[in-house]
């Protein structure tokens, strides 16, 4: 008899439990096309734009994202029925911009040359005398380099270099108009 009622309870905590869980929030996915401090912009993949606001939430299930960051974002209507609220957002691709920053030096070349990408978009050089970065963006493919030489500071010019590979630890570029030239980098301690 004592058996039987535990089961009993078991089971009708379970159907209490069952019966309180919320249904599943609806999710949206796309790639960030802005951001501010209380909203976020995706556009999805059928091209359509979805502003969310982020005015409120926990930073640990809603963090700050960037331009370009692919993310997925679970939601819920507010009250009056006009305005989505993220309830949780996970960054399932992240942009350009999170990965490019940081060290990384030449890998395949017997000089030793690096780049210091810095995150508020100042760059040097090490191991070229004849180039001094002063900053860099990305643009689209692209990573643009801002530089003068160091003998005629007053001549700025401009590198571009098509990104073929980036991740977390490599960095592979292709100077324009010059097929034969690659440059590889990889991040360094």
């Known amino acids: ?28 996915e796309g790639r960030v096309v802005d951001a501010t401090i209380h909203s976020v912009t995706i556009q999805t993949a059928e091209g359509e734009s979805v502003v969310l606001s982020t005015r409120g939430t926990d930073p640990m299930l809603v963090p700050g994202v960037l331009a370009g960051d692919v993310v997925k974002v679970a939601y819920e209507v507010l009250p009056e029925g006009e305005a989505l609220q993220a309830v949780r957002l996970d960054i399932t691709t992240p942009s350009a911009y999170r990965l490019v920053p940081g060290i990384w030096r030449d890998c395949c070349g017997t000089d030793e040359i690096g780049l210091v990408l810095a995150e508020d978009g100042s760059a040097q050089v090490v191991g070229l005398r004849d180039l001094s970065l002063q900053t860099w963006t990305l643009d689209g493919e692209n990573l643009v380099l801002d530089a003068t030489d160091p003998t005629a500071p007053k001549e ?23 097929e034969a030239r690659r440059l590889v980098f990889s991040r360094s301690e």
């Open 1 to 28: 008899m004592k058996k039987l009622s535990s089961v009993f309870a078991a089971a009708a905590l379970i159907l209490v439990a069952a019966g309180c869980r919320q249904a599943a929030l609806p999710t949206v």
């Open 156 to 178: 700025a010019k401009t590198l571009i270099w098509q990104i073929e590979k980036l991740d977390a630890d490599s960095l592979i570029v292709r100077a324009a108009g010059e």
